[in-house]
């Protein structure tokens, strides 16, 4: 089975907290774009967290496989130092890196320097070493051949001979980010959306079996571009609330209100086969929430209570709430259901709730039991 999951907005979604929870029904991880300038972060037991900044946000699975395809810029040491990291938590796993995947060298972090200022760039080489990849003369990962950290090889002929395998890709940055799909110039030099595991895993895209969407219920961007900012003191309680503060860059990220005509668009341009709401925690305990509608007009809802939330994941049948009507108007407006509700950081506080309507909850699995997967 492959499963897709791609950011659904500007980054910064939760999307390492999803990979940690999905990791239960997959055991092959796949990084396919982007380099260091992602941060997934997942939530050890002991309340720490481990940043995934190069390995993809499945390796604390034992015995899981990492792939690291083409469609990388690598950044050999921090590689090398992030495998390190993982092993001291989780013994047991192996990363194969794609041959053609590309190194990021000294220029190109002190280039990407002058890049955070005017595209806000996260200043870790990414951008100038995709540059050399376009101008063909970037030095790639075949000259490391295998070795203690990693394995190297064609990682595509790889993954497409373990298609019987559960394979989870997970997409770095966002959908508002891709290159081609994003708000350029304001974007990231990498392609973020479903369908580019094509050229940049090597795997067609029409071999996927689920696409889940990984979406915020409210807005967040690092960097300049089009965004409704979210100004005063709603701004400042959902920043701290929700720790909105870059995983790599630890800028504080800006804050807006859930854009439901971005989010039909990113439902277009992705289709996914479900969205994973995530962070409806930080929303909690507002008397109204704010939406952008799908015809650009900002509406209040009525806010809700954790209780809300905790009734809605933890019951079979679910009376109407503030929340529940949240989350079907948003399944209303861009034509996707939800079926994962993210409610804490922590693995146990993340839910499947397939829902029919909204006020019959048809299955649920909570607080890190195994789910079904369909
Ligand atoms: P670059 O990819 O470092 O050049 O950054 C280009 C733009 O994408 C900047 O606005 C960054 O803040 C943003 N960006 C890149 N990666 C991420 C991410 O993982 N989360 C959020 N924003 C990102």
């Not at 939760?14 to 940690?20: L, P, Q, S, T, V």
């Not at 900044?53 to 040491?77: H, S």
């Not at 962070?279 to 209780?307: H, I, P």
């Amino acid at each position: 089975m492959i499963t897709v999951m791609i950011g659904g907005q500007w980054g910064d979604e939760g999307k390492g907290g999803i990979a940690d929870f999905l990791s239960n029904y997959h055991k092959v991880f796949v990084r396919f774009n982007g380099g260091p300038n992602a941060g997934n972060s997942v939530m050890l037991g002991n309340g720490e967290k481990f940043v995934f900044k190069l390995l993809p946000a499945g390796g604390l699975k034992p015995g899981a496989i990492l792939v690291l395809t083409e469609g990388m810029c690598i950044d050999v040491d921090a590689l090398r130092k992030e495998i390190d990291k993982l092993r001291e938590i989780n013994p047991n796993f192996t990363v194969l890196v794609s041959e053609k995947a590309i190194q990021i060298n000294l220029d190109h972090k002190i280039i990407d320097e002058g890049n955070k200022s005017r595209l806000g760039s996260v200043g870790v080489g990414v951008g100038p070493a995709n540059v050399d990849r376009i101008k063909r003369r970037a030095d790639t990962m075949k000259m490391y051949r295998s070795n203690e950290w990693f394995s190297v090889g064609d990682t595509g002929e790889w993954l497409n001979d373990h298609l019987k395998e559960d394979i989870l890709f997970i997409g770095a940055h966002g959908t508002e980010l891709d290159i081609h799909q994003g708000g350029f110039p304001y974007v990231t030099t990498s392609n973020c959306i479903s369908s580019s595991i094509g050229h940049q895993a090597g795997v067609h895209p029409s071999l996927v079996d689920r696409t889940v969407l990984c979406v915020k219920a409210y807005s967040t961007r690092v960097g300049p571009g089009e965004f409704n900012d979210l100004v005063g003191p709603v701004e400042e309680k959902i920043r701290l609330k929700g720790h909105e503060f870059g995983s790599v860059s630890g800028r504080p990220r800006r804050i807006g209100w859930i854009d439901l005509k971005q989010l039909k668009r990113s439902v277009r341009i992705n289709r996914p086969t479900m969205i994973a709401l995530t962070m409806v925690d930080v929303l909690a305990g507002f008397e109204k929430v704010g939406v952008w509608t799908t015809e650009g007009k900002l509406e209040y809802m009525e806010g809700w209570a954790t209780e809300d939330i905790k009734e809605f994941v933890h019951l079979d049948q679910k009376k109407k709430s503030p929340f529940t009507d949240y989350i079907s108007y948003i399944e209303r407006a861009v034509g996707c259901k939800i079926e994962i509700v993210s409610y804490g950081p922590e693995k146990r506080k993340k839910a499947w709730i397939w829902a029919d309507s909204l006020s019959c909850v048809r299955h649920i699995n909570h607080e890190g039991e195994e789910g079904e997967w369909r």
